[in-house]
């Protein structure tokens, strides 16, 4: 199939199989079927592709099932969507700890993500949070963006937001 990297034959025949989901459910266990046993002969692709399928169908509860199958058989990148998903539930309490599991996979970028998803809410403090903590681990993507939003006069030595600079009259001496 072309345009997907990364898959498998039986990778194939599920992405197949599952696009033809809305036709007839016993395609969809099918695929499923087809995805697991691709991922035990080692090829994860296949679950995650599902998911995606599930996920762009609206079948929230499909796609994390096979995200989480996913992320079983070693794809780790599942967390990011699974992250995703419970953040668009507005379940951030899990959202956060996949985040953080995404971490310590390796994926740094996911506390941005997750800062992003939070002020789009409407949580500005969490939003600074998970910033904050994106950038403890080396993720700096928004933090132009925040900083100018948050810190528009930058950061004290202590970590405090800095108020508006006060600049001398023109010839008065400083005090």
């Not at 989901?21 to 080692?42: F, M, N, P, T």
Request: glycine fraction near 10%; proline fraction near 4%.
């Amino acid at each position: 199939m072309a345009g997907l990297p990364n898959v498998s034959a039986a990778g194939v025949e599920v992405i197949r199989l599952a696009r033809r989901w809305g036709d007839a459910s016993k395609d969809w266990d099918a695929a499923e079927r087809l995805a697991r046993q691709a991922a035990d002969a080692g090829d994860t692709s296949s679950l995650w592709h599902l998911a995606v399928v599930a996920k762009a169908a609206g079948d929230r509860e499909a796609a994390e099932r096979m995200f989480g199958a996913a992320l079983d058989a070693g794809n780790t990148d599942a967390l990011t969507e699974l992250m995703v998903l419970r953040g668009r539930a507005r379940d951030w309490e899990a959202a956060e700890r996949i985040a953080r599991q995404a971490v310590e996979a390796g994926k740094d970028y996911v506390l941005t993500h997750l800062a992003k998803m939070r002020e789009e809410a409407g949580d500005s403090e969490a939003a600074e949070r998970l910033a904050r903590q994106a950038a403890d681990v080396g993720d700096l993507l928004l933090l132009p963006g925040l900083a100018r939003k948050y810190w528009p006069y930058g950061l004290e030595a202590d970590g405090a937001a800095a108020g508006p600079w006060v600049w001398p009259e023109p010839g008065c001496a400083p005090t």
